[in-house]
Nanobody, 115 residues
Framework: QVHLVESGGGLVQPGGSLRLSCAAS????????MSWYRQVPGKERELVAN????????NYADNVKGRFTISRDNAKNTWYLQMNSLKPEDTAVYYC????????WGQGTQVTVSS
């Protein structure tokens, strides 16, 4: 069974930066994709970014392009979301997701952008 643990959320002022981490435990093999989603109350969870294991291609939501960067450390079974130039509208609970045959979700971490 794969278990995901997120860390790195918190309170930051507009224009600031945060880095989220998602560590996966358990055996992972084959082709997989790692993603970050976010959700605010009353809205659907939305895709922020993803990265695939084969080739490392990435994809970003339009509203975070140029500000957020997704990356991975295969040796540590961990992936990251570097968030720069944060805006109040980035405030949300951020979730990591692993698609490796089955789908696994992290527990979520709160990111609050406020002065």
């Amino acid at each position: 069974q794969v278990h995901l643990v997120e860390s790195g959320g918190g309170l930051v002022q507009p224009g600031g930066s945060l880095r989220l981490s998602c560590a996966a435990s358990g055996f992972i093999f084959g082709r997989y994709a790692m993603s970050w989603y976010r959700q605010v109350p009353g809205k659907e969870r939305e895709l922020v970014a993803n990265i695939v294991s084969a080739g490392g291609s990435t994809n970003y939501a339009d509203n975070v392009k140029g500000r957020f960067t997704i990356s991975r450390d295969n040796a540590k079974n961990t992936w990251y979301l570097q968030m720069n130039s944060l805006k109040p509208e980035d405030t949300a609970v951020y979730y990591c997701k692993l698609t490796a045959g089955n789908v696994y979700w992290g527990q979520g971490t709160q990111v609050t952008v406020s002065s």
